[in-house]
């Protein structure tokens, strides 16, 4: 399922320092087809400056830490499958490493181990996902791993 994000500058805003209106961006479920993303039946949102697609994963809030994760069920069937979790540090802004598998709907088994890392900011109590970083693989989480190796090596020489 999709949900469909948009967020629309007025002119008040344009004045002030905060872009948008309405925040947070208000989030519809699903977005008619051929209804441009923001827009309701009566036309009364302002037009979009910006839309995002996201998937309903994505949006999911936890109160703790703890409670975050990636696994992710859709129509009784779990399609994402976390298989590790590390906080790499807390706060109002909290920033999580997950391994992770996704379900191959042909094979109805998990593929290949995926990795994600995320941020979090804490508003009103609840953890939102800000951004996310996807490794596509492990050659590309080696390479990684062996930059900052490489980079902090220089670093702590300096």
Request: include cysteine.
């Amino acid at each position: 399922m999709t949900w469909s994000f948009a967020a629309s500058r007025s002119p008040e805003a344009r004045r002030g320092s905060f872009p948008f209106t309405g925040w947070p961006p208000y989030i519809t479920n699903p977005q008619p087809e051929g209804v441009p993303a923001g827009a309701t039946e009566c036309g009364k949102q302002p037009a979009p400056i910006f839309s995002l697609n996201i998937t309903q994963w994505d949006v999911l809030m936890s109160s703790s830490i703890e409670e975050i994760t990636v696994n992710y069920t859709e129509d009784g069937v779990q399609v994402v499958q976390e298989t590790g979790k590390e906080i790499l540090s807390k706060g109002a802004w909290t920033t999580i490493l997950f391994r992770y598998r996704n379900l191959d709907r042909a094979s109805g088994s998990f593929g290949k181990e995926l990795y994600s890392v995320r941020r979090y900011q804490k508003r009103q109590g609840e953890y939102l996902l800000k951004s996310k970083f996807n490794i596509s693989s492990t050659e590309q989480a080696k390479k990684l791993r062996d930059i900052l190796t490489a980079w902090i090596a220089e670093a702590e020489k300096a």
